[in-house]
């Protein structure tokens, strides 16, 4: 596949813009993965405040206005302020999982800079696990 054909193939959905926020919890938008094999999830730091941490995780639903519920393993390891600018992945394979994702970040104590991507791709990459989280880029 050439890269002009992977880029008209791939999906790209900024689910949480970069934004400072003391806010508990921010919750992206419902991403409709159907006709996607795997979902990488980019979380983005910028200034970390002093004292705060910062939890990501995916959740999934059947129907993109139902409840969510916590994807098993889909969670970025919690960061703290030791962790400005900085850049974690994890991926995750759609098969199996319910159609649609939301991002859910939970930011505790401080206002930080922080954003969370979803790149949607529609073919076999070789990840062999459900999920791999926390692999730098």
Known sequence: MSLPDLAACTRVVNVIS???????????????TQGYYEALLIVN??????????????????TSGGTYADVTGAAITQMDDTADDTVVAGRMLCNGQDRFLKVVMTC?????????????????TGNTS????????
């Open 18 to 32: 970069a934004a400072s926020s003391s806010a508990a919890v921010t919750t992206g938008t419902g991403v409709d």
């Open 108 to 124: 505790a104590t401080a206002a930080s800079l922080r954003s969370a991507t979803l790149v949607l791709i529609p073919y076999d």
């Open 45 to 62: 730091t910028g200034t970390m405040a002093s004292t705060a941490t910062l939890d990501c995780k995916i959740t999934s639903c059947t």
């Open 130 to 137: 459900n999920t791999t989280m926390d692999f730098a880029v």
